[in-house]
């Protein structure tokens, strides 16, 4: 039997969990896209 967990991080569904969201992390990463340009030349400003 485990011994009890002394914080979060000892917990295997937390660890499961983390390592879950990085790859997911890492994954979305390669669907960014690059910035597009204002189809106006500059940005809209108020002032």
């Known amino acids: 039997m485990r011994e009890p967990a002394k914080t979060f ?4 569904i937390w660890q499961k969990v983390h390592l ?3 790859a ?3 994954l979305s ?3 960014k896209t690059k910035k597009l340009p204002s189809p106006w030349g ?3 400003d108020s002032t």
């Open 29 to 31: 990463g390669a669907f």
């Open 24 to 26: 997911v992390y890492r």
């Open 20 to 22: 879950f969201v990085l």
């Open 42 to 44: 500059r940005k809209l």
């Open 9 to 12: 991080e000892d917990l295997l």
